[in-house]
């Protein structure tokens, strides 16, 4: 992102044990650092199942894996916060995030705005999704 790498960076991590919506709630207390110009950001995969993937080439993306990355831009995107925040209910959950940590990032970035937009949308490897979305 800053290939003059003239920022300074911090790492933080994510506590292990904390619900959707701690997660969700420990955002929005750190929203306040981006109108101090502090750039705050979660990584991970909309889809994160390594046992599924494809490591040969492929086009193909499976309808569980497309489905659930459909469903949860569409309730982000509609600002259905609750509804991700309820995420064991979210079609497919078992087959793209057996657990919650790799959906964790995206619980605390949702709690840094209010406003969803939909940066990119791609999956690689047959079922693993790499959407970037903004949150302010």
């Known amino acids: ?26 955002g929005e207390i750190l929203s306040y650092l981006r109108h101090q110009q502090i750039l705050v950001f979660g990584s991970g995969s909309i889809t994160h199942n390594l046992a ?6 492929t086009q193909h993306v499976p309808g569980w894996a497309s489905e659930f990355r459909n469903k949860i ?6 600002g259905d916060y609750e509804a991700v925040l ?12 057996p657990t919650q940590e790799h959906l964790s990032p995206l619980f605390f970035s949702m709690g840094l705005g209010k406003r969803m937009s939909l940066i990119h949308s791609s ?4 079922a693993l999704g790499m959407d970037l979305y903004r949150f302010d």
Do not use: C
């Open 1 to 26: 992102m800053f290939p003059e790498a003239d920022i300074p960076v911090v790492q933080i991590s994510l506590p292990k044990y904390y619900s959707a919506r701690q997660l969700f709630r420990l």
């Open 52 to 57: 599924e993937l494809s490591w040969h080439e």
């Open 73 to 78: 831009s569409q309730l982000l995107q509609t």
């Open 86 to 97: 309820d995420w064991k209910n979210l079609p497919f959950i078992q087959r793209n995030h």
């Open 123 to 126: 999956f690689m490897m047959g």
